[in-house]
């Protein structure tokens, strides 16, 4: 089995930056792709980014290109958002995602495919 720990989360301003982090334990040598999604109040779940567990190739959404970094210490097992010029709609509870039988972060976009989820870390941008 595998456990990821989001944090990270918290209140930030319009237009500033947050570090996530997701710390996963266990059985990591399963994982091939990690990567993050949110959700807002009433919205659905939506894909933010995802990187290979080994290769670091990376995949983003088009609302966080440019704006998001998503890297990984695999030494540490952990894998990190980076997340600048926040916007109001980028509020949410980000959720840590890793899967078993896909080393191509693209594919993550494909909820099904996710084998592991955190339990989320809450991201509140004021405007």
């Known amino acids: 089995q595998v456990q990821l720990a989001e944090s990270g989360g918290g209140l930030v301003q319009a237009g500033g930056s947050l570090r996530l982090s997701c710390a996963a334990s266990?059985?990591?040598?399963?994982?091939?792709?990690i990567g993050w999604y949110r959700q807002a109040p009433g919205k659905q779940r939506e894909f933010v980014a995802a990187?290979?567990?080994?290769?670091?190739?990376?995949y983003y959404a088009d609302s966080v290109k440019a704006r998001f970094t998503i890297s990984r210490d695999n030494a540490e097992n952990t894998v990190y958002l980076q997340m600048n010029s926040l916007k109001p709609e980028d509020a949410a509870v980000y959720y840590c995602?890793?899967?078993?039988?896909?080393?191509?972060?693209?594919?993550?976009?494909?909820?099904?495919?996710?084998?592991?989820w955190g339990k989320g870390t809450l991201v509140t941008v004021s405007s």
């Open positions: 990187i290979s567990w080994t290769g670091g190739s990376t």
């Open positions: 266990g059985s990591t040598f399963r994982l091939n792709a």
């Open positions: 995602a890793a899967a078993k039988y896909t080393t191509q972060p693209m594919a993550l976009i494909d909820d099904q495919i996710i084998n592991y």
